[in-house]
């Protein structure tokens, strides 16, 4: 049964990055063509869909955040991570990770528990 | 950016009653819509992918329809665990936008 747990910071101080991991297990992450994916939910229960990137690291990604995102896939340790700099407290959301089969449509069928992190000093 | 209106913004229903949420795309989506539930606490759950393609292990009370830019979540006899939130969200073009919630309680 393959899972998805995310991990990371609860707390980081305005303009600095936030960097989160979201774990891969009971499959390999760059077996299947998948595209793994980062959404974020706020407090006001919207949500907003941040990008994905593909087992081979081809990212798509939010026009709105590219100028502070990065997105990566370690195959060796079966993980994807998501890389935001310049945080404000826009940026105080709960995040999920996703994956999403190849092939369209994009369903995004598995994410994970998701962290909650909040931009405070 | 393409906008997804859902409405209504919430409804009340009783255990038992049918109710339908609808979801208009800013544009056209073609078939490119999908329906999430949330619960609180929880992650959102795929229900319906492609407008109209029942997730596997959904219960086949939930039924979506639609195409172009207009599309409709039906549930019919709820039952006490579908009182919860309800997302639409379009995958047709980046980046893949999501409705404002749609939240069914008793």
């Known amino acids: 049964q393959v899972q998805l747990q995310e991990s990371g910071p609860g707390l980081v101080r305005p303009s600095q990055t936030l960097s989160l991991t979201c774990t891969v297990s009971?499959?390999?992450?760059?077996?299947?063509?998948?595209?793994w994916s980062w959404i974020r939910q706020f407090s006001g229960k919207g949500l907003e869909w941040i990008g994905y990137?593909?087992?081979?690291?081809?990212?798509f990604l939010n026009p709105s955040l590219t100028s502070r995102l990065a997105m990566s896939v370690d195959t060796s340790k079966n993980q994807f991570s998501l890389r935001l700099t310049s945080v404000t407290a826009a940026d105080t959301a709960v995040y999920y990770c996703?994956?999403?089969?190849?092939?369209?449509?994009?369903?995004?069928?598995?994410w994970g528990q998701g962290t909650k992190v909040i931009v405070s000093s | 950016d393409i906008q997804m209106t859902q409405s209504p913004s919430s409804l009340s229903a009783s255990v038992g009653d049918g109710v339908t949420i609808t979801c208009r795309a800013s544009?056209?989506?073609?078939?490119?819509l999908n329906w999430y539930q949330q619960t609180p606490g929880k992650a959102p759950k795929l229900l319906i992918y492609?407008?109209?393609k029942l997730q596997s292990g959904v219960p086949s009370r939930f039924r979506g329809s639609g195409s172009g830019a207009d599309f409709t979540l039906s549930i019919s006899s709820l039952k006490p665990e579908d009182f919860a939130t309800y997302y639409c969200?379009?995958?047709?073009?980046?980046?893949?936008?999501f409705g404002q919630g749609t939240t069914v309680d008793i």
């Open positions: 996703a994956r999403v089969p190849p092939g369209a449509p994009d369903a995004y069928a598995l």
């Open positions: 009971g499959a390999s992450i760059n077996n299947g063509g998948y595209y």
């Open positions: 990137v593909s087992e081979a690291g081809n990212t």
């Open positions: 544009q056209t989506i073609s078939y490119h």
């Open positions: 492609a407008a109209s």
């Open positions: 969200q379009q995958t047709n073009s980046y980046p893949h936008t």
